[in-house]
């Protein structure tokens, strides 16, 4: 039994270790103090409350040894109990210390809930990180990235872990089962068939810790649009075909940079998909014009895999519609 007790104290951290050594200190010499001079201490009490003030170099002089052991105890208290006070203070110090560096370089694991978890840092996650750390109230975000040495965003409300993104091990430090989001951005600075088959390949390791966690992709190359939702992936943006798609506006465009200048207006904005039964039977005419009272835009319907926009205001919606709205 003796032995169980002494390996788990050995167990412990060094900072509670030097903190139960210090207080069987202060108690041992308070009791030994009180039994030696017990009208200078009346009490017990008085004398743990002495060896703390001694010990701790504080002297306040309300209470003195006046017996030679009880001077020998004294000087036997300062001797020893001042180092353990002081390997306390300054083993806290080191410990806030090392773990501040720690969390800032990625070492230590995030544990919370209703977060969500950005992996890969460039241009981006660093502008939606900016954006969703300006929102009010701003979400948890975790980034994961295996190029940073330290967090990049100086914000309360981003973790930061280091690590390769397809390995169990990162992706479990940023408690997966609790999040409620994962984007993967592509890696812009690797071939992009290559940076497509390691985002996919981060896909395969989420989904297998975590099946059930919502994960949007990242992908450069047509191609493996189809692998990633072989992969899991519950929505894939194609970067660069959205960027085609401006360049291509941009040229038969009259007005120049019109495309971008509706792009930009609305990024405060949100275009969300919300199902309202109540709408079922009537006309798309009926639910813009309900939809415009509450301040929202309706540009279109999401009908199974079926995405309709701006359709005739006659469209009939049915009850399992989900209405595309801006926000």
């Known amino acids: 039994m003796q032995n169980r007790l002494y390996i788990t104290f050995l167990r412990m951290p060094l900072l509670i270790r030097i903190l139960f050594i210090a207080l069987f200190v202060f108690l041992s010499f308070g009791i030994l103090i009180h039994l030696l001079e017990p009208t200078t201490f009346p009490t017990i009490f008085d004398g743990i409350w002495w060896s703390i003030i001694t010990a701790s170099t504080v002297g ?17 208290l300062i001797l020893l109990g001042a180092g353990f006070v002081s390997s306390y203070f300054i083993t806290l110090a080191t410990t806030a210390v090392t773990k501040q560096n720690a969390l800032s370089e990625g070492k230590i694991a995030f544990k919370g ?77 690797n071939d992009e068939l290559q940076a497509d088959m390691n985002s996919i390949l981060t896909m395969l390791t989420i989904k297998g810790i975590c099946p059930q966690v919502k994960c949007i992709i990242e992908i450069l190359t047509a191609e493996q649009v189809t692998n990633a939702k072989r992969a899991g992936a519950d929505e894939v943006i194609q970067s660069n075909k959205l960027t ?84």
């Open 60 to 76: 306040y002089g309300d209470y003195v040894p006046q017996s030679l052991l009880g001077r020998i105890t004294a000087v036997t």
């Open 113 to 189: 809930n209703g977060h969500i978890i950005i992996i890969g840092w460039n241009e981006r996650s660093r502008e939606l990180i900016s954006k969703l750390t300006a929102s009010n109230p701003p979400p948890t975000i975790v980034l994961i990235d295996e190029t940073l040495e330290t967090n990049p965003v100086a914000s309360r409300y981003v973790h930061f872990i280091q690590g390769k993104s397809h390995m169990d091990e990162t992706i479990l430090k940023s408690d997966i089962s609790q999040a409620d989001k994962v984007l993967i951005t592509a890696d812009r600075g």
């Open 244 to 327: 085609s798609m401006f360049m291509e506006n941009s040229l038969h465009s009259i007005h120049d940079g019109l495309l971008s200048d509706i792009v930009y207006h609305l990024q405060e904005s949100r275009l969300v998909a919300l199902s309202r039964e109540t709408f079922s039977g009537k006309s798309f005419a009926t639910a813009h014009v309900e939809f415009y009272k509450q301040k929202y835009l309706l540009i279109g319907i999401k009908r199974g895999e079926e995405t309709i926009l701006n359709p005739s205001p006659t469209f009939q919606i049915d009850d399992k519609d989900q209405f595309l709205v801006i926000k």
